[in-house]
Antibody, heavy 120, light 107 residues
Framework: QVQLQQSGAELVKPGSSVKISCKTSGYTFTTYDMHWMKQQPGNGLEWIGWISPGNGDTKYNQKFNGRATLTADKSSNTAYMQLSSLTSEDSAVYFC?????????????WGQGVMVTVSS | DIQMTQSPSSMSVSLGDTVTITCRASQDVGIYVNWFQQKPGKSPRRMIYRATNLADGVPSRFSGSWSGSDYSLTINSLESEDVADYHCLQYDEYPLTFGSGTKLQIK
């Protein structure tokens, strides 16, 4: 069965970076793009960007441009999101979710989310 | 960026009610709207795709519709398991944008 398993909660200091992972199984990793979303406590969802694991193509929300970096490791079927220059506004839950490249099926499977807390 | 103005932000509902949640798009997004259900501490679950299509495994009491720039999610005969937050998403244009969410609460 399809699974997107994200890494554990992070407590990080302001100004630092965090890198979270999304390990996939149950499907062909390179045939789905991986998108990332942010959700602050009690708030709606915000789209960060996507990566195509097959060729490394990326697209970012301009709001995160320069601070968010999406990568993918085909050998381990894992996608990563790194966020740098963290502030308290980055304290949120971060989700990965897949999109079928051929089918266009959007966000049918999600990771469980990673809570990132930015605090000194 | 396309704004998805979602209303209401919260609703107090009774079991058995018919509930309608709406998102208004700030520009044309065609059929490219999804609806998601999210329960506390959980990931969103896709309920409706391409504005009107029921996702796999979603009960038939859920439906999606649209008229002009207004997109609606309707739940008929609300059940206790439907109490959750609901989010709309437009994916016609980057950046993808979500509505601000609707919280359903039991009266």
């Amino acid at each position: 069965q399809v699974q997107l398993q994200q890494s554990g909660a992070e407590l990080v200091k302001p100004g630092s970076s965090v890198k979270i992972s999304c390990k996939t199984s149950g499907y062909t990793f390179t045939t789905y793009d991986m998108h990332w979303m942010k959700q602050q406590p009690g708030n709606g969802l915000e789209w960060i960007g996507w990566i195509s694991p097959g060729n490394g193509d990326t697209k970012y929300n301009q709001k995160f441009n320069g601070r968010a970096t999406l990568t993918a490791d085909k050998s381990s079927n894992t996608a990563y999101m790194q966020l740098s220059s963290l502030t308290s506004e980055d304290s949120a839950v971060y989700f990965c979710a897949r999109v079928g490249r051929a089918s266009g099926v959007l966000f049918d499977y999600w990771g469980q989310g990673v809570m990132v807390t930015v605090s000194s | 960026d396309i704004q998805m103005t979602q209303s209401p932000s919260s609703m107090s509902v009774s079991l058995g009610d018919t509930v309608t949640i709406t998102c208004r798009a700030s520009q044309d997004v065609g059929i490219y709207v999804n609806w998601f259900q999210q329960k506390p501490g959980k990931s969103p679950r896709r309920m409706i795709y391409r504005a009107t299509n029921l996702a796999d495994g979603v009960p038939s009491r859920f439906s999606g519709s649209w008229s002009g720039s207004d997109y609606s999610l309707t739940i008929n005969s609300l059940e206790s398991e439907d109490v959750a937050d609901y989010h709309c998403l437009q994916y016609d244009e980057y950046p993808l944008t979500f509505g601000s969410g609707t919280k359903l609460q039991i009266k």
